[in-house]
Nanobody, 123 residues
Framework: QVQLVESGGGLVQAGGSLRLSCVAS????????MGWFRQAPGKEREFVAA????????YYADSVKGRFTISRDNSKKAVDLQINSLKPEDTAIYYC????????????????WGQGTQVTVSS
């Protein structure tokens, strides 16, 4: 079992920044692909960013490229998501997930999830 806890969400004006954090506990963290997803009201959960266990490969949804940066620190069992130039359409609950194996942008292939952290962007 892996437990994930997200933090760092909040209310921010358009153009602002947030840094989301996800800390894992339980089984070995180092060999998981970590991902961030988000879900807005009435919409499906969508892929935002992912990072390989080694940290040497990162992946982003087109809608966030250049604005979001994912990083991880295996010694702390943590993965962060730096969000810059926030837009109202970024408003959603952001979830951290992990999966055994290589990169995937499909939320259904992730094995464990956190409870989510709310990001609200005002215009």
């Amino acid at each position: 079992q892996v437990q994930l806890v997200e933090s760092g969400g909040g209310l921010v004006q358009a153009g602002g920044s947030l840094r989301l954090s996800c800390v894992a506990s339980g089984r070995t963290f180092n060999f998981y692909t970590m991902g961030w997803f988000r879900q807005a009201p009435g919409k499906e959960r969508e892929f935002v960013a992912a990072i390989r266990w080694s940290g040497d490969s990162t992946y982003y949804a087109d809608s966030v490229k250049g604005r979001f940066t994912i990083s991880r620190d295996n010694s702390k069992k943590a993965v962060d998501l730096q969000i810059n130039s926030l837009k109202p359409e970024d408003t959603a609950i952001y979830y951290c997930g992990c999966r055994i194996g290589s990169y995937s942008s499909s939320w259904s292939t992730y094995n464990y999830w956190g409870q989510g952290t709310q990001v609200t962007v005002s215009s």
